[in-house]
């Protein structure tokens, strides 16, 4: 083979390598989530006050598939760091928003019991209010609390001292997640300045759009990875899915190795 044509094939070579490269590159930009994506969508409208049991105030924690929303967990200040850092288990966090809910929590709590299992529950502080003891009954099986502000609102898209208000006056705990997954700048600031973290999640089965029970489980089965943090509801509506759905991937995960802990959400 003459040199001129070795040197023409290596060049075609380190061209498709090149070209191979950049396709690579352009196909996972276009898989990354967008890092607004959940603050810049049209978040439906929050209902006024706590969730109602009504079909029409159903809350939405994401207005579209299973990408993470916003910013990535911060490893330094993540409440799942410590409970899988070298440890070999397969390990799962279940997490419950918009509750408590005087008739679905002791349902999820008693499904989470029945399979030795453990939780996150993110709160709003009407419902803690309008429904005392639902709180404790949460933290004395083993769970942890959260907070999901007071009411729900899109903490993008109200006043400063609204947002305040929101973010510091509502349940207290060390984890907060906010409503519609909808953050920015401004609300991580409040959530650090109220001694919280940013707890958002990894995978979202859609429970609260009442899809089915099959369909539920399967998009947990299908989506959870190792360590991934699932986002349900126990308020908001009817949960007979939620419920069911918690009972048959609890049972399917737990053959799979897994084990269920709440995060490391403190009540100070
Ligand atoms: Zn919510």
């Known amino acids: 083979m003459s040199r001129k044509f070795a040197a023409f094939i290596a060049t075609g070579v380190a ?33 006024a006050g706590t969730p109602s049991t009504t079909p029409s105030g159903e ?7 299973n ?3 916003s910013t990535p967990r911060n490893p330094a200040a993540d409440p799942t760091a410590s409970l899988v850092k070298g440890k070999n288990k397969k390990v799962l966090f279940f997490s419950f928003d918009d509750g408590p809910d005087p ?3 002791p349902k999820v709590l008693e499904t989470l019991a029945k399979h030795n299992a453990h939780a996150t529950f993110f709160e709003l502080g009407n419902m803690q209010a309008a429904h005392p003891g639902l709180r404790e009954q949460v933290l004395a099986s083993g769970n942890a609390i959260g907070s999901h502000s007071i009411s729900h609102p899109q903490l993008t898209a109200i006043s400063d001292a609204e947002r305040h208000r929101q973010i510091f006056d509502g349940p207290k705990s060390t984890c907060f ?3 519609y997954g909808a953050s920015n700048p401004k609300v991580r600031k409040d959530i650090k300045d109220a001694g919280m973290v940013q707890v958002l999640w990894d995978v979202d089965p859609r429970d609260w759009a009442r899809p ?3 369909a539920i489980v399967q998009n947990i089965m299908n989506n959870a990875r190792n360590h991934n943090i ?5 308020g908001g509506g009817d949960r007979t899915q939620t419920v069911a759905a918690l009972d048959k991937a609890l049972t399917l995960l737990a053959a799979k190795g897994y084990s269920f802990l709440a995060m490391d959400c403190k009540q100070p």
């Open 212 to 214: 089915g029970v099959n």
């Open 230 to 234: 699932i986002l349900m509801h126990d």
């Open 15 to 47: 061209l498709v390598v090149v070209a191979g490269a950049l396709l690579v590159l352009a196909l996972g930009h276009e898989r990354q989530p967008h890092p607004t994506a959940a603050s810049s969508q049209p978040a439906p409208p929050p209902s």
């Open 103 to 105: 008739y679905w929590t």
């Open 67 to 69: 990408a993470p929303p």
């Open 59 to 65: 809350p939405t924690d994401t207005p579209s598939n």
């Open 177 to 179: 997640r906010p409503p």
